[in-house]
Nanobody
Framework: QVQLVESGGGLVQPGGSLRLSCAAS????????MGWYRQAPGKQRELVAI???????TSVDSVKGRFTISRDNAKNTVYLQMNSLKAEDTAVYYC???????????????WGQGTQVTVSL
């Protein structure tokens, strides 16, 4: 089994910052892509940013220049530094990882349980 545990969500005022963390644990041989998605009330889950094992990054236009994704491969952890937060960033943020559990295994996608980020006065 593989578990993803997120932390760092909370309530912040517009213009503020938060840092999300997501640590993967369990039966892990290698982690390929790691990423963050978010789901606002009444909306579909959307990609925020993805980082490959080699450090290549893809992010949605609405967060470019404000959010930074990074990862520590030694700790199997991905981070999302969120600056200049806006009300429209309010959502449940989910961590995602594509994990290979053994040398011969097929990569599989895992999700964290989600962490609430609320941007409000």
């Amino acid at each position: 089994q593989v578990q993803l545990v997120e932390s760092g969500g909370g309530l912040v005022q517009p213009g503020g910052s938060l840092r999300l963390s997501c640590a993967a644990s369990g039966n892990i041989f290698r982690i390929n892509d790691m990423g963050w998605y978010r789901q606002a009330p009444g909306k579909q889950r959307e990609l925020v940013a993805i980082i490959t094992s080699g450090g290549s990054i893809t992010s949605v236009d609405s967060v470019k220049g404000r959010f930074t994704i990074s990862r520590d491969n030694a700790k199997n952890t991905v981070y999302l530094q969120m600056n200049s937060l806006k009300a429209e960033d309010t959502a449940v943020y989910y961590c995602n990882a594509v994990v290979v559990r053994s040398k011969w295994a097929i990569p599989a996608m895992y999700w964290g349980q989600g962490t609430q980020v609320t941007v409000s006065l």
